[in-house]
């Protein structure tokens, strides 16, 4: 496993970190997580060198953090890993309410402190209600009293949005979303570069775009593969990411061995600027392909789930762009199936909840109604 500078104080985390928001699930029920083969993955990658463990208070439906804390406890692995988490800072209705979520997540994992915290998923409404809220305050007495170790914050929203957050306090790390496709999304790669220029460390999410990019119809491929035949499409997304010496940690969340193995080979052979010219030209050929297709920029991170009346939001999104990216013939029969059991976006009532939730902005409810006059044929 390669191993980067992690903070000022230089910590040793893998380049590949171990995102826990995908693990497998019993009946496709995201908070049920299938806790054997679970607990066997993240085992498993722990044994092979991954040592940053990214969790959540909201992922898997709350239930990711409660994971990892007996994962940890009964493998007697706490010592033996970085432990990342973040604070849901969008249920916080006071001060106070800050250290409550804190306590109430150090009970879930099991442990008397956190490595690396993170207020979650910042904008800037977030971001101007919290201030307001004097979470600096609660930051400092955290490190004081040893409950975490490094403050960070993780990002959606505009780039000049992150610069005003960064700015605003001594952070020790930030999260942003980014691969090839993203480049000039949110933060992109112009946050990258300031965040490293003000030496805060970096963790990368959405390598994968949510999967997709792991995904990529054959003639897509094949710009890649005229160069090196050898890698996958994964591959070249977590080699675009590797390349980059200003990235400390890419989060990946593996759901099978071979995922693992893939992405660790890919964290040990990537060293910073090893990309040729001619790699880091094609990536600008495939972002330029894939963006003529992409109906919805959807990442399937499930923030807008579960919907209160049940619409499927990131299924049929995916069955959206399927159709269009990867030519998917079957995306209007697997709609079909979704108007039969009542997950269709007939069952929307546009109450905008999902909207509120989604770290991507998207106007959902309008593409939803996209999505259903296309996979459905009728108008509504």
């Not at 940890?72 to 209705?93: G, M, S």
């Not at 200003?246 to 893939?262: A, H, K, T």
């Not at 050929?285 to 619409?311: H, I, S, W």
């Amino acid at each position: 496993m390669q191993y980067r500078d992690f903070t000022k104080d230089a910590v040793k985390t893998s380049l590949l970190g171990f995102g826990c928001m995908r693990f497998p699930c019993i009946d496709n029920d995201n908070s049920k997580i299938n806790y054997t083969l679970s607990a066997k993955l993240l085992q498993y990658a722990i044994d092979k060198g991954i040592n940053y463990i990214d969790t959540a208070y909201n992922y898997h439906q709350e239930n990711s953090e409660k994971f990892v804390g007996q994962f940890l406890e009964e493998n007697n692995l706490r010592k033996d890993i970085y432990l990342a988490t973040k604070n849901p800072v969008w249920k916080a209705e006071n001060h106070e309410d800050f250290e409550r979520l804190l306590d109430e997540q150090l009970d879930r994992l099991k442990s008397d402190y956190i490595d690396f915290y993170l207020l979650h998923a910042l904008d800037k409404k977030r971001w101007d209600k919290i201030k307001s809220l004097d979470v600096f305050k609660f930051v400092e007495k955290a490190k004081s009293e040893k409950k975490i170790k490094y403050i960070g914050f993780s990002f959606h929203d505009k780039y000049e949005y992150f610069e005003e957050i960064l700015n605003a306090y001594d952070w020790d790390f930030c999260q942003i979303q980014l691969n090839f496709m993203d480049e000039n999304y949110q933060a992109g790669l112009k946050g990258l570069k300031l965040a490293a220029k003000k030496g805060i460390s970096v963790v990368i999410m959405e390598p994968l775009k949510g999967g997709k990019l792991a995904k990529l119809p054959d003639d897509i491929l094949s710009v890649f593969k005229n160069i090196n035949p050898e890698y996958s499409s994964a591959e070249n997304a977590m080699r675009y990411l590797m390349n980059m010496p200003e990235v400390s940690v890419v989060l990946s969340g593996m759901n099978d061995f071979y995922q693992i193995d893939e992405n660790i080979k890919t964290a040990c052979e990537t060293l910073p600027n090893s990309l040729t010219e001619a790699e880091l030209n094609s990536f600008k050929e495939v972002e330029g392909l894939m963006n003529q297709r992409t109906k919805v920029d959807c990442t399937a991170c499930e923030y807008c789930m579960p919907c209160p009346f049940n619409v499927n939001i990131p299924g049929i999104f995916r069955l959206y762009n399927n159709k269009y990216i990867y030519g998917d013939l079957d995306s209007e029969k697997n709609y079909e199936n979704l108007v039969k059991s009542e997950k269709d976006q007939s069952q929307c009532v546009e109450c905008g909840h999902c909207e509120t939730q989604c770290p991507q902005h998207l106007e959902i409810i309008e593409d939803l109604k996209a999505a259903h006059n296309d996979l459905y044929g009728r108008k509504i």
